[in-house]
């Protein structure tokens, strides 16, 4: 991502000073443009979110994308600066496309917003507490579910989750593949150019 700045003046001995001053130090400006793409990102980040699942499905990303946080980038030199996520869907999220199986033979995608909430996955419920049955819907990449029988808690789901089951019910769908849409929440947009190009950038040369 990059920002390009013409500026033009004639006339103006204090301008002219105030601007030799603001180019020979860019830093504080190339800083405001990381705190304000960092927060435009987590912004539309939130707002794509299907608010059915309560804000779950990228809770881990959107608290990626605070200043100061373990898997944030926020970075910042004396000529450039860069924002972003180093979490390793961050990327996947943003630009969408064809995700399948990298081990195993089926992707397990959590079907309530409190499953998403919990980070938890088939691996970590208690052998027997989920049930395959096939999935008799109309999309093809789907091929069954796991369902929660409402058995008692035990064990480390008994440490993770209290007494309160998820289910009884469909906890996961079982998928060959998904085709993730985009949600281009780092992407610099017109309005968001408009902000650095101009108020931003003023307020940087003093005016």
Do not use: C
Request: net charge neutral; hydrophobic share 40%; proline share 7%.
């Amino acid at each position: 991502m990059a920002v390009t700045l013409t500026v033009t003046f004639a006339g103006d001995v204090d301008m002219h000073q105030r601007l030799q001053g603001a180019v020979a130090d860019p830093k504080p400006f190339l800083k405001e443009v990381a705190v304000f793409g960092m927060a435009r990102a987590q912004e539309r980040l939130l707002a794509s979110l299907n608010p059915d699942d309560g804000g779950a499905t990228s809770g881990h990303l959107v608290n990626s994308l605070t200043i100061g946080g373990v898997d944030a980038i926020f970075e910042l030199s004396d000529t450039q600066t860069a924002w972003g996520s180093n979490l390793r869907y961050a990327a996947q999220v943003n630009e969408g496309g064809f995700i399948e199986p990298k081990t195993g033979k089926a992707l397990a995608i959590p079907l309530t917003p409190q499953l998403k909430r919990s980070g938890l996955w088939p691996r970590d419920f208690e052998p027997g507490q989920l049930t395959f049955i096939h999935y008799t819907g109309d999309k093809p990449n789907i091929f069954g579910l796991l369902i929660d029988a409402g058995k008692p808690l035990e064990g480390k789901q008994r440490k993770k989750r209290g007494q309160t089951p998820f289910g009884p019910g469909p906890l996961f769908a079982l998928a060959y593949w998904v085709n993730q849409v985009g949600k281009h929440y780092l992407e610099i947009r017109e309005e968001d150019l408009e902000e650095i190009a101009g108020p931003m950038w003023q307020r940087h040369i003093g005016l």
